[in-house]
Structures are given as structure tokens and as C-alpha cells.
């Protein structure tokens, strides 16, 4: 019973590292992946744009 123990815990300790494993290669994959438009005609990614509300700057309510 003593060696059943073992063998599950290594296959157990296998499994996390694998799931593991697959995770920081799925991180790599999206921290790696162009996000950009690509050349077939879709608008290029561009910064945002900032703009200030409009309205009266003395501070006042209006």
C-alpha cells in the first residue's frame, strides 16, 4: 500500500508540473503574439487619443 502512495504522488506532482509547464507557454504565446492589424486592409493599432472635456475653464459649474 506503502508503494501505491509513492507512485500517485509522483504522478500527481508530474501533472501540476505539466499543468504548469502549459501555462507559462500559453503566457509566452500571448505576450509574444502581434496584437497589431496585419497589412490586408484593417486600420493599423494606433495610441488613444486625449482629449479634455470641453466647457468653461474658470473653474465654475455651468
Known amino acids: 500500500m506503502t508503494a501505491d502512495t509513492g507512485s500517485g ?10 499543468l504548469a509547464a502549459a501555462g507559462v507557454l500559453l503566457a509566452l504565446i500571448v505576450v ?10 484593417a486600420a493599423p493599432a494606433g495610441p488613444v487619443e486625449l482629449r479634455s472635456p470641453t466647457g468653461p475653464t474658470d473653474g465654475t459649474a455651468g
Do not use: I, N, Q
Open 32 to 41: 509574444f503574439t502581434p496584437w497589431h492589424a496585419t497589412p490586408d486592409g
Open 9 to 18: 504522488a509522483v504522478r500527481e506532482l508530474l501533472l501540476v508540473v505539466a
